[in-house]
Structures are given as structure tokens and as C-alpha cells.
């Protein structure tokens, strides 16, 4: 069997005043429609993590996030049926402007001991840990 492609997406746990992280519903007629998500998306040719995540927290989230106040947590490393997953997960506490849904998505805050009743993906599972270790329980 051929290798799988190797496809880097970058994703933030957004955390507000009362710790809890904004999931993003992915829309229908997506891949992996209806599960939970941390905010972000893959890098367009030549573009820099950091600012594929700036610009995707703009585009989806009407949010304003400086590089500075991205700090790397861990990151997913899975293997789908198609292609592998490579996907820093940063943390971010600080924004600005209001987080609305500019693309339909449905969007909750949620705590850290409550992330397990949301589906995920697959690739997303083993983050959780490190969140509510970060967060506390
Ligand atoms: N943003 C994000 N994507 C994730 C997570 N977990 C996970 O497996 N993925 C996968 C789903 C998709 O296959 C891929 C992200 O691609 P996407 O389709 O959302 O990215 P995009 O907005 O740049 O995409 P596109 O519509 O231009 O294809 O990563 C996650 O927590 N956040």
C-alpha cells in the first residue's frame, strides 16, 4: 500500500474567562459532518501555521487573535482511511472582537470534564487529556 498523504491542519482550544473551549460543529456536506471540532483549518500554499490559524479564526469566527497569544499545547497525529493528520493544537486566551458563527457552524463552550459528550474526531480523542490537565477537571 502507498504511503499515506500527509496533510497538516492547524487548530486552537480557545479558552474564555470561566475556562471553557469553543467547539465548532463541522457543517453538512462536509468530511466528518457533524462532529465536534477545535476551530481552525489546513494551510493554503506557503502559508505559516500561525497565520493559516489567524486567518481561519477570522474567516469562521469573526475573531481578531495575535500571534503572541497562540501558545502550542500538543498535537494530533492520525491516520484516516485517505490521508494522515498532522494537527498542532494551540491554546489561546486572549481575542478580539465577538466569536459568532460566520459560516452557519454551531459553536458551544464547553468544560473540560464535559468535552467527552460532544463527538469528535477521531484524531481529536487523545487531546482531551491534555486539556483537562491544562484546565483541571
Ligand atoms: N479544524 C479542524 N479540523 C480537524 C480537527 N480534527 C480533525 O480530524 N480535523 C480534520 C477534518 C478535515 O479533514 C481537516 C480540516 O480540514 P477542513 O476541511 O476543515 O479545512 P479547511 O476549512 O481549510 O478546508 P476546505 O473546506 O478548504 O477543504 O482536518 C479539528 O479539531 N479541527
Redesign the pocket.
Known amino acids: 500500500m502507498p504511503p499515506l498523504e500527509l ?1 497538516l ?1 492547524v ?1 486552537v482550544a480557545l479558552i474564555d474567562a470561566d475556562n471553557r473551549i469553543l467547539l465548532a460543529q463541522r457543517p453538512e456536506g ?3 459532518a457533524g462532529l465536534w ?6 494551510l493554503e500554499t506557503g502559508e505559516r501555521p500561525e497565520d493559516a490559524l489567524i486567518r481561519e479564526l477570522r474567516e469562521e469566527l469573526g475573531i481578531t487573535v495575535k500571534e503572541a497569544c497562540l501558545a502550542p499545547l500538543t498535537f494530533a497525529s492520525h491516520a484516516y482511511e485517505t490521508f494522515h ?1 498532522l ?1 498542532p493544537l494551540y491554546v489561546c486566551r486572549r481575542w478580539e472582537g465577538f466569536v459568532q458563527p460566520l459560516e452557519g457552524q454551531g459553536l458551544a463552550w464547553v468544560k473540560p470534564q464535559d468535552l467527552r459528550s460532544y463527538p469528535m ?1 477521531k ?2 480523542e487523545p487531546l482531551i487529556p491534555y486539556l483537562v490537565d491544562l484546565l483541571g477537571f
Not at 471540532?37 to 489546513?42: L, Q, Y
Open positions: 496533510t491542519v487548530a462536509k468530511q466528518l471540532e477545535f476551530p481552525g483549518g489546513k493528520l494537527m474526531p484524531a481529536d
